[in-house]
């Protein structure tokens, strides 16, 4: 067995009741940063509680690091886990609160962690106030320390970065990044895809609690094969482009907006790629502008869950 | 609408301060902060604990302010709060609705306090709820709604009353990425079509930028950038091209001739000479590249932020 | 039809007439009043503001009742309009305990205060508009049964003259006025400490329940003056009722029934303004924006 660290689903549901939360979902999750992608009501943060072991598959296994997070609490040491909901902070400091976690992980000197973790998420392991008086943002950063403060191999993240500004939003995003590069299992949900897109393109998708899509964003759009690929193009000679590009059998409709923009869709994005420069220099066409419009995280994501 | 650049002190702004100033104790939370705000869609930034939420409630008339000058909408928030207050339509952060009344009679409720007559408070209250998209939904216990929902009925219940001015702060927190587009498309709607001054406080630079005329950074208590959305990027154009493969080689073609190129990952950066996109277009065909992407690169919003301020 | 349309169903300017501001705080007085009454909510909403009222409501009736059967036999009130408000006491304290947390304790437990401040209110508006509810409110429950008892009894012959009554009428919107003036203050006072309503109904319940017994038991054994039972506010309310119609409660032994009845108005004056005083101050400092 390979001693990477791995988070393993496979046929993994959930019921409550009438309600099926999580139906059949299955992936393999290694090291380096995944994200968890979603409507609301996906069923992401019940998927997040069954990989670290806070409620019980109805059917199906989680495995982290080869184990049963539910049975075997010495796994939990690995997992750090940054829950969505609010949680209820007694009147500790950061520092207490944190230490008291790394206690709890059996760490051999829990201060000394504690203010490394709350110094890698930016606080000032210091300050002696409250939790209560934080703000969202800092809460939030807590609640990642405390998730961190025992280095585990596995983390899981869910919506880590609510409530936080842009520079906040932006180092966290880079420590993700790192501890995935790291060698750690990050696994991320979040609903800003711009960021997603930063941290990484290996995502997977859940929708009406199903897994609807898995692997590299990109690729994934590669396979999305039914729906043509969009291109915005902007030239000083569009209506000679466009005809050139019909006739090469490069694109399949074209829309033709304000003076000097086209809108190209095309079945195979590949020989759109190859053929538009040479057709525009044929054509004495200038490109000042090509544009892909549905390849990003935010088109694959619509596709994907709107089907 | 777009923002009217500052050099036109006739066209009246919609928020005007200058050199506003309020301590709390020791703590200064706004040292001088100069603005002019609107008309349009404007996004106000800023670290948390730079300032804006202070802003926020010394425009409201909420908090008084220690010194400097502030108008809104024509009044002085420490004189006439009351009569701005009737004038703005707000919709907080926080998803906190009263559980027990319905999403209709929580929307007419609040444009009745706004002042309107009760008819006309319950036929607006009604569109409102239309507009963002609330339909049988809306006869349901707020209580019961999911965040997506609230955060549209806070929206309906800050334009019902038809208000000159709507704050919205963090409109699109907790929703989904398509709820997030939704959102944002009728935020922009409300302000071009509807023609409503927004002001909209968030910690997403890429939605900002998307749907605002104009933008306020607040860092340390003061205003460190702020414009309309064109004039705050503008910087070095250039150009950002990515072909599908053998980049360096395309690079190396163009310095041939005479282009600086920089090569980041699979992209290359160019700068916005002479003849440059014909180089492009001739160097890649005469490869025979895949060409992916030709793209203008101006700044983005994320550039200024993370520039200004420091 | 002559021309084909099309209509446009988009966002539509209001031009209409907008209230003055002021009448914000009587917007938010019905719809705080109707809401604490159950009135727009669910069934079980109605139910203790619909008992305690009928319980306030069954001597009255029970009066009006065997009056009418008895052809007035009696020749005496069954209960007398200045006895009722002693009578009807405990109701009145579960009414005021029921109501006033119910209009000030949720807007602070959800964001609902904050939205208000938002508008064309401030604190002391905001305040003014839910004195106004509780008040209204409880000049419901101290009124009305009075009302009805006079009227019954006007249309069944059984009262005084046309000039008494038009007295009476007087003195039971007086005595309703200070006794709701009272009962209002003080479960407002209450109600501003806690945004949990069954709290703030039990501190009501014992605002009424425990300085009583403390002035008393001090004025019992330990000699301690009469003025000292203005603390009983309960008794101070009935005690100034019985003097408005004129009677004196049939055992007239009470410290607050040697007292005067300019001290007895003035006191249940006093705590009115004190108790809605202290309502104010506590909404000065909370915190109503996150």
Redesign the interface.
Known sequence: MSDEPRVVAEGVSKWFGALVAVSDVSFDVGPGVTAL?????AGKSTMFRMLCGLAKPSKGTVRVLGRDPRADLAVTRSIGLVPQQESVFERLSARQFVSLTAKLHGLREPAENAERALETVGLDPADPRPLPTF????RQRVKVAQAMVHDPSVLVLDEPL?????????DLVELFTRLGSEGKCVIVSS????EVERIGSRVLVMSRGRLAAAGDFRELRALMDDRPMRVRVRTDRPHALAGALLEQRAVVAVRLDGDDVLELDTADA?AL??T???V??ERDA???????LDADL?GV??YV??R | MSAVPDSEPAFERVISARDVTKRYGRTVALAGLTADIGPGITGL??????GKTTFMSIVLGLRTRDAGELTVLGHDPATAGIEIRSRIGYAPEHHDLPAELSASDFVRHLAEMHLLPGRAAMQRANEALWLVGLGEERFRPVGTM???QRQRVKLASAIAHDPELVLLDEPT?????????TMLDLIRRIGTEFGLHIVVSS????EVERICDAVVIVEGGVVVRAGAMADVRQGPEGLVVE??DRVEELAALLREHGLEVVVDGSRLLLGADEGV??A???A??EL?????????RGRTL?DV??GAGS | MSQAQLFDLGYREYDGARHRPALAILTLALFTAKRVLGLGRGARHKVLPAITLAVAFLPALVSVVVSVVTDNLLEEDLISYGEYTFFIGSALVLFAALVAPEALCPDRRSGMLGLYLAGPLDRTRYLAGKALAVFGVMTLITVSPLLFMLLAFVLAGYAPGAGESVELLLEIVASGLATALLYASLSLAVSSFTTRRAAAAVATVLLFTVPVTVARTAIDSADAPNELDLMSFGFVASELSYRIFGETPEEADEPISQLSTELVAGGLLAASVAALFVCWLRYRRIEAFR
């Open positions: 992608l979603g409507p609301n009501g703000s969202k943002g800092m609510t409530g936080l500004d842009p520079r906040q939003r932006a609903h800003v895809l711009a590949r790629a190859h538009i420069a040479p525009a220099r200038h490109l000042y502008e090509v544009r892909p935010e994501f619509r869950v709107e | 930034l800023g670290s948390n604990g730079a999911s965040t997506g927190d907790g929703l989904d990425p398509l709820q997030r587009t910690h997403h630079l890429e072909v599908d996109h014909d492009v277009r001739d890649v065909a025979g590249l895949g060409l992916r992407r030709l793209e203008p994320e932020y993370m």
